[in-house]
């Protein structure tokens, strides 16, 4: 049976120094990619369980309705994780903005790039220059491309009427 206090509590009054210092511990065994089993055993050493997977599972689900606290920040946990993860996808990926300001950077010679340079004894140096030209003149052309700047078709489609006018003088008559 529910207890009214637990139907009235939010999910935010759940937080994870709220949980037993056992439920912490697998719950950051957890969160570290243990595998259930793994972290069970890890925060559970003295547990006398034939298959410490489906205790685990139990417990996320809040199945025995024993583990409330540890069901809802297991899960609010889980999903901060996923948040970041997503966040993380997010910024790996450039995006057309950042290709186009790194592509104008080099074009305008903003970006340096490393040379390595022989200074003797099988030691090496690395110097800064600037890009060659051949380099911003790749930069420039894939930068008009982008903005459309080199395109050939030319749309001549629409709808105008033709007026032929006989204006020619019949000499052959």
């Given at each position: 049976m529910i207890n009214e206090s637990e139907v009235s509590l939010s999910v935010s009054e759940y937080r994870y120094e709220?949980?037993?210092?056992?439920?912490?511990?697998?719950?950051?065994?957890?969160?570290?990619?243990?595998s259930k089993a793994e972290a069970y055993r890890q925060a559970y050493p003295d547990a006398k369980i034939a298959n410490p997977t489906n205790q685990v599972d139990k417990m996320i689900k809040n199945e025995d309705g024993k583990f409330p606290k540890f069901?809802?920040?297991?899960?609010?946990?889980?999903?901060?994780?996923?948040?970041?993860?997503?966040?993380?996808?997010?910024?790996?990926?450039?995006?057309?903005?950042?290709?186009?300001?790194?592509?104008?950077?080099?074009m305008n010679g903003e970006i340096e790039d490393n040379i390595l340079r022989f200074i003797g004894d099988g030691v090496q140096a690395a110097d800064k220059i600037e890009p060659a030209l051949r380099d911003r003149l790749n930069a420039?052309?894939?930068?008009?491309?982008?903005?459309?700047?080199?395109?050939?078709?030319?749309?001549?489609?629409?709808?105008?009427?033709?007026?032929?006018?006989?204006?020619?003088?019949?000499?052959?008559?």
């Open positions: 709220d949980l037993t210092a056992k439920q912490q511990k697998l719950i950051t065994g957890l969160m570290a990619g243990l069901s809802i920040v297991y899960a609010d946990m889980e999903a901060e994780a996923l948040k970041r993860i997503e966040a993380e996808k997010e910024n790996a990926i450039a995006s057309r903005l950042d290709v186009a300001l790194f592509l104008t950077k080099v420039a052309e894939k930068l008009g491309k982008y903005y459309g700047m080199f395109r050939d078709k030319v749309d001549v489609s629409g709808t105008a009427a033709v007026t032929i006018i006989d204006d020619m003088d019949n000499d052959d008559e």
